[in-house]
């Protein structure tokens, strides 16, 4: 019964490739938010969606596009894969309205791009 | 632009002693600040909060200070224990706002046992 699930969690790809990782809550979050830890561990944040509002780090390149088909799921989908997308990728969902805004986090993607 | 930094980029303590970690911002509209705790190969772990309008709070063996004068707030880990050995990193929000968590590079604390 995992909380925030994320498939695959390793992906290995060639540049020019497009590629989707997948997000699942079950906690009756109302938003959902997609990370990115790059090699030098930091984590910044790339997308929060909530009740079909997305707001966009405006760093994050247009090749990166999410996708809510319901309040449960965020996927995440990169088109044109380059070298320096290789990063760890994750997702984490909050209750907004009446909670403390404490999110939780899936385990993580590692996509490579070779 | 990094709004969150972790100077310590790790800390090492002996068993039972306490463990102090750092972390200062620079925005003075962050308005809520978290602490999480990462294992290898896991997503980050929630692990304590704390909002502006207090100076402390306590859970356990977890307390985090803030001095919002001084934009810095600390995690106290008494007594350490080894399966507290993780990353550790500093967040924070505004809560009435993009509810985005701007990270710190966070801090490696290894316990010796």
């Known amino acids: 019964d995992t909380a925030v699930s994320q498939t695959p969690k390793y992906l290995v790809t060639q540049m020019g490739n497009d590629k989707s990782i997948k997000c699942e809550q079950n906690l009756g979050h109302d938003t959902m938010y997609w990370y990115k830890q790059d090699s030098k561990k930091f984590l910044k944040i790339m997308f929060s969606?909530?009740?079909?509002?997305?707001?966009i780090n405006e760093t994050v390149p247009n090749r990166f596009s999410p996708k809510s088909p319901d309040k449960a799921h965020l996927n995440l989908h990169i088109n044109s894969l380059e070298l320096g997308d290789s990063a760890v990728y994750f997702c984490a969902s909050s209750l907004v309205r009446g909670g403390n805004n404490e999110q939780f986090f899936g385990p993580g993607t590692r996509l490579t791009v070779l | 632009d990094q709004q969150v930094k972790q100077n310590s980029p790790s800390l090492s303590v002996q068993e039972g002693r306490i463990s102090i970690l750092n972390c200062d911002y620079t925005?003075?509209?962050?308005?809520?600040f978290l602490w999480y705790k990462k294992y290898p190969a896991e997503g980050p772990t929630f692990l304590i909060s704390?909002?502006?309008?207090?100076d402390k709070n306590e859970d356990g063996r977890f307390t985090v200070f803030l001095n919002k004068s001084a934009k810095h707030l600390s995690l106290h880990i008494v007594p350490s224990q080894p399966g507290d050995s993780a990353v550790y990193f500093c967040?924070?929000?505004?809560?009435?706002?993009?509810?985005?968590?701007?990270f710190g590079t966070g801090t490696r604390l290894t316990v010796i046992p």
């Open positions: 925005n003075s509209m962050f308005d809520y």
């Open positions: 704390i909002s502006s309008i207090k």
């Open positions: 969606y909530n009740n079909k509002e997305l707001i």
């Open positions: 967040a924070a929000t505004i809560i009435r706002g993009a509810n985005n968590l701007f």
